[in-house]
């Protein structure tokens, strides 16, 4: 069993950069889940201690020091809306964690084509992840997770399965945690209208560092490392920064930047905070209450609320 989860692991992390010369469908996996990873602008493939780890590197689950659970409620422009929830337990060598995230699109009004009123219609995203990390060697641990997922747009319905896989890394000594995953590698199960479409396949390469004497955590993520780019520099472009500060035991504040977001989002000349997210975290005892706000410039902002358990 573990030479199967180290293999897998590996192998998928390491896989060579391929499919995602077209649109791919389930855009929503590649949102960020909860308002920590979002105020560190999804900068999170090498955190530790943290159950929504099993949606960007199921690897990390090893390092989570008791169960653990998350939900968080994220509210998007117009009437759309999402949330997320996921628990995180060690049991045995292997620590486990299961969760969901969900997207809903609000009601929108269906026309013809020449825009005659027909009455509305909804659509939902919605994907389930159950994972496992095992401890490969000291500092040393890998991780896999499986996804089930649904989406809906009016009477068309889609299903998809798909998995993760990932390293993590940790170097105590110098302060330095390295982490690499794999996301969405998969196919549909059922298409909305026959034709099949990609899953939105993400590589992430991503370090956490803790400089020494310095109450912070400052973190340097790649994403889309298999997609098509020109030259080595443009497939590094879509990068995110974050630094997370330990002001106190109870209290953390967070800063990100997303370099992909403010490139692609910018609306003429003026591009404000876009790309730039904030937010803070305080803890309780064994309750952690967090909030994020995400900037998209002059299109405007998104707000995330989450609590998090240590039971």
């Not at 005659?116 to 401890?135: C, I, Q």
Request: hydrophobic fraction near 45%.
């Amino acid at each position: 069993m573990n030479r199967w989860l180290t293999g897998v692991a590996i192998a998928c992390v390491f896989l060579s950069p391929r499919l995602l010369g077209q649109t791919s469908v389930y855009e929503f996996l590649q949102g960020d889940v909860g308002p920590r990873a979002a105020a560190l602008s999804g900068s999170f493939v090498s955190m530790m201690n943290d159950p929504a780890s099993l949606f960007y590197n199921p690897a990390s689950l090893t390092t989570i020091d008791r169960p653990r659970t998350s939900l968080g409620y994220f509210k998007h422009l117009g009437n759309a809306a999402s949330g997320h929830a996921v628990y995180a337990q060690q049991l045995r060598n292997f620590f486990l964690a299961a969760g969901v995230v969900y997207m809903d699109y609000g009601t929108m009004t269906r026309t013809d084509a020449s825009s005659n009123v027909l009455g509305e219609f909804g659509a939902h995203d919605l994907a389930f992840s159950a994972g496992a990390g095992l401890v490969l060697d000291e500092g040393l641990s890998a991780g896999v997770a499986i996804k089930f997922i649904s989406s809906s747009i009016a009477d068309y319905h889609s299903r998809a399965m798909a998995f993760d896989a990932g390293i993590l890394y940790d170097l105590p000594a110098q302060r330095l945690t390295l982490g690499a995953s794999i996301q969405n590698l998969g196919q549909q199960l059922k298409t909305f209208a026959g034709k099949t479409e990609s899953l939105p396949l993400d590589f992430r390469i991503g370090v956490t560092t803790r400089p020494e004497h310095l109450p912070v955590l400052l973190n340097l993520n790649f994403h889309k490392l298999t997609e098509d780019a020109e030259n080595i520099l443009e497939r590094f472009n879509a990068f995110s920064v974050g630094v997370e500060f330990l002001m106190s035991e109870s209290l953390r504040l967070r800063a990100g930047y997303n370099n992909e977001q403010r490139r692609e989002l910018k609306l003429g000349t003026s591009a404000g905070l876009l790309g730039f997210s904030f937010g803070g975290g305080l803890v309780v005892k064994d309750y952690q209450v967090d909030y994020a706000y995400s900037s998209l410039g002059q299109i405007g902002g998104f707000h995330r609320f989450g609590l998090a358990m240590a039971l």
